[in-house]
């Protein structure tokens, strides 16, 4: 894997891609029937949180997110709403993703929070909010792809196919037997009488773990990167300095519910030395998922998986800053209200009881204890591997909807890569058209055709309005060429070109390495290849079935 461009810090993409405000957009559509779409405001958060429910709570619009400003949500309004009513009909959330696509940075558009109220559905306000609001801003801002998790088929409507997929994850039932627990080890003394007396000692960890601060930024940066996570994914995320902010800090300062803070992240200390040496981070959701384990070089992970594995599920069963909040509150207010009545002295003998009854009666807020795990780390990281024998396989096919409007502008903005491939194989300096026909353009695309020039190994230009001649029109040309290469007395010599043809919006399996060329044409009667044997390794080449790492939901 080649990562050099993708591991260090302090290249621009592994920055903060923190949202900036949005670029010119309309400012409002009337739809008709009272109905208007725009985009949303910080005005807008009370409204669209109740709108989207009480998961999602005002954090998308508070003006802190990590993926999105307050501006970034697509609504349609009910400007006749009577008072009281929530004039929020349906909305669509725009977000942005720091990513890469081998050695290329990238944005990933991600709508999400997609959503209409049953009185206003079948109506195609969800289509006209993607259509002229959510896309265009997305393409507008240089996004060449966006991705959706969503209801089956419901995307391919608006120029979505299943293309980018996720890494294998492995699930760890019955963690308590699993997870072998500190060495305890006995000895004996005499006490005063001169009789034996056992005593009982836990080993300490060789690893313990310290939370983290908006100081650690640079450590974070540097030990979250693709290289140190040992990630073979050449398409994927980047934990940046936006994710990092947003997670471990404006999250835990506005927490408003149990979804806003799942997340916790720890630096893994060596307990001899003091010293910071690593990194790791958990999801605690509905199911706790492993999602971060580096350690710098010359630490083990087999010294290291149970000592960190021990006190994170130890962390996972305390209860959550939204836990602790909740607490305070109810305490605070029981004593407002404690403060509040007028007691007088023959009540007071009353409340004793009453206190001592609540006393016996309160929660203890025990630990929970943490019965399974979620491996989230590449398969070939070293605890996956320690693990994985003990582990069973989840969510193995599951796709994401993915979207890439111009082919044309995809390829020009991941060239670096795809021209890295090309001088490292048998195709190093080749000249070479190729044609891409997709027979017709359909929602979601830019056009019918593709053409792809590369001169000396390089892209030179790509466009999406390439056409395929008719016989005529070759005959034409061929003509043309020839009687032109007479008139300047040389030799005709046909320049080099390729041709496939793809099923409309299936090529972009083969982009994002879902499908390889092979496999193409298995699936897809209307894929074919002209050029030979050569035109078809130049696609292996170009677009080699990929892995993927795709951490969808820390918003």
Known sequence: MTTDN???????????????????????????????????????????????????????????????????????????????????????????????????????????????????????????????????????????????????????????????????????????????????????????????????????????????????????????????????????????????????????????????????????????TGKDCGLVMTNVGTLMNLNIFTLEDGYSYRDAMYPVLRQVIAIAGQPSIWDLKEMEAKKGSEKTVQEAKDVSQADKDDQAKDKKDNDNNKETHEPKVIQSMVLALDPQHPVSKFLVSKSKPIHKHLKLYTRIRSYADFILKVAPTLEDRIAKSAFAGITVTWHFNFFRKVPGSSGKGLEVVFVDGKIVSATDDWVPLSPQAKMLAAQERIAKAKAEKRVDKKPLQFTADFAPLSFTRLLVGNLTIEQMMELYGECSVGGGDDAQLMLEVLFPKQQYHMDMFWW
């Open 6 to 272: 993708i591991s260090s810090p302090s290249n621009n993409h592994a920055q903060s891609m923190v949202p900036q405000p949005p670029q010119k957009r309309p400012d409002r559509i009337d739809i008709g029937s009272g109905l208007l779409m725009r985009w949303s405001t910080r005005a807008d958060a009370e409204n669209v949180a109740r709108f989207m429910a009480e998961a999602f709570r005002k954090r998308m619009l508070r003006g802190n997110s990590g993926v999105m400003t307050e501006y970034d949500s697509a609504l349609v309004e009910n400007t006749l709403a009577k008072e009281g009513e929530n004039p929020i009909v349906a909305c669509i959330c725009l977000h942005a993703s720091s990513g890469y696509y081998g050695k290329t940075p990238l944005t990933w558009g991600k709508p999400e929070c997609v959503g209409s109220h049953p009185d206003y559905r079948s109506k195609g306000l969800v289509r006209r909010l993607f259509v002229e609001m959510i896309h265009p801003a997305s393409d507008m801002r240089g996004d060449v792809i966006q991705i959706i998790l969503g209801i089956p088929h419901f995307y391919c409507q608006f120029g979505y196919e299943y293309a980018v997929g996720l890494h294998p994850f492995f699930k760890l039932d019955d963690l308590p037997s699993l997870i072998p627990p500190l060495l305890e080890s006995e000895y004996e003394t005499l006490d005063k009488d001169g009789q034996a007396v056992k005593h009982k000692v836990t080993e300490s960890e060789p690893f313990t773990l310290r939370k983290v601060s908006l100081n650690d930024m640079p450590y974070l940066l540097e030990m979250s990167t693709p290289e140190k996570m040992q990630r073979q994914a050449q398409i994927g995320m980047l934990y940046d300095e936006g994710y990092w902010r947003y997670t471990i800090h404006d999250l835990v300062e506005t927490v408003e519910s149990k979804m806003d803070c799942t997340r916790d992240t720890r630096i893994i200390v060596d307990a001899k």
